[in-house]
Nanobody
Framework: QVQLVESGGGLVQAGGSLRLSCAATSSIGRIDDMGWYRQAPGKERELVAGINTGGMTLYADSVKGRFTISRDNTENTVYLQMNSLKPEDTAVYYC?????????WGRGTQVTVSS
């Protein structure tokens, strides 16, 4: 059974940093694109950052220059380094992994940024 295990969320003051990790079980098979999404209370889930197999990345305008997505293909893991965090970054963060067969989502990890 495929599982995505997220970690790294928590409470941080504005201006601080957090690093999220999302590891997929080896049974997932070949991974294509990987990404991070977030959903704040009362808002729709939105793309934060994505990375393809070649390492090309894309970011939401709101996080450009502050967040960095990376991946370790040998460990089936995607990371999100979040710096200069703002209260508006508060949300549940979800990782998403795309394979040839299906898309998989993590359960989410809470990130709370206090002002």
């Amino acid at each position: 059974q495929v599982q995505l295990v997220e970690s790294g969320g928590g409470l941080v003051q504005a201006g601080g940093s957090l690093r999220l990790s999302c590891a997929a079980t080896s049974s997932i098979g070949r991974i294509d694109d990987m990404g991070w999404y977030r959903q704040a209370p009362g808002k729709e889930r939105e793309l934060v950052a994505g990375i393809n197999t070649g390492g090309m990345t894309l970011y939401a305008d709101s996080v450009k220059g502050r967040f960095t997505i990376s991946r370790d293909n040998t460990e089936n893991t995607v990371y999100l380094q979040m710096n200069s965090l703002k209260p508006e970054d508060t949300a549940v963060y979800y990782c998403k992994v795309q394979t040839w067969k299906s898309d998989y989502w993590g359960r989410g990890t809470q990130v709370t940024v206090s002002s």
